[in-house]
């Protein structure tokens, strides 16, 4: 079955780095476009991009353009964010989502079961 | 950037009521509009596509209508299990945009 498995919590102190995993598994990879979605605590859903897991073309939302990275390990099915130099407003879980044309549509059909990233000093 | 307004941001329900939750687009989208349920401790599924369109293995008690700039999810004989945050996205535009979600909590 189609599954999008994120790697696990991180804690992290201002200004460090942190690198988040989506392993997709199910489907073949470069067909589906991964987009990321973040969750502050308590708070809705924001888009951050997506990347083209074909071409590996990463495409961010302003507020994410600058500290964000998408990367891809297309060989091992993964799709990676990176966020450099850490602020405390980037705690938050960050989900992966798998992008499909249905029905004349794009949908988001499967996520990733979310990575939690805590900033603090 | 289109700003997209849910309404209410939440409500009282009980089992068995029917209920409807509005998002509104700042700019017509058309019917790219996806709805999207959250339950606590999980991630988002999607419910509806193309603003009216059940996704596979959806219960037909979801109703999704709309375009243009004004949608509506509507819940018939609404279940414990559909207590949850419902959240709007449209894809018409890039940047993607969520609506701020409606929460639906037990009387």
């Not at chain 1, 809705?44 to 961010?60: C, D, F, R, S």
């Not at chain 1, 994410?64 to 060989?75: I, M, N, Y």
């Amino acid at each position: 079955q189609i599954q999008l498995v994120q790697s696990g919590p991180e804690v992290k102190k201002p200004g460090e780095s942190v690198k988040i995993s989506c392993k997709a598994s199910g489907y073949s990879f470069t067909d589906y476009a991964i987009h990321w979605v973040k969750q502050a605590p308590g708070k809705g859903l924001k888009w951050m991009g997506w990347i083209n897991t074909y071409n590996g073309k990463p495409t961010y939302a302003d507020d994410f353009k600058g500290r964000f990275v998408f990367s891809l390990e297309a060989s091992a099915s993964t799709a990676n964010l990176q966020i450099s130099n850490l602020k405390n407003e980037d705690t938050a879980t960050y989900f992966c989502a798998r992008e499909a044309y249905y029905g004349y549509n794009y949908v988001m059909d499967a996520w990733g079961q979310g990575a939690s990233v805590t900033v603090s000093s | 950037n289109t700003v997209m307004t849910q309404s209410p941001t939440s409500m009282f329900i009980s089992v068995g009521d029917r209920v409807a939750m509005n998002c509104k687009a700042s700019q017509k989208v058309g019917t790219n509009v996806d709805w999207y349920q959250q339950k606590i401790g999980q991630s988002p599924k999607l419910l509806i596509y193309g603003a009216s369109n059940r996704y596979i293995g959806v219960p037909d008690r979801f109703t999704g209508s709309g375009s243009g700039t004004d949608f509506t999810l509507t819940i018939s004989n609404l279940q414990a299990e559909d207590l949850a945050v419902y959240y709007c996205l449209q894809y018409n535009s890039n940047p993607r945009t969520f609506g701020g979600g409606t929460k639906l909590e037990l009387k």
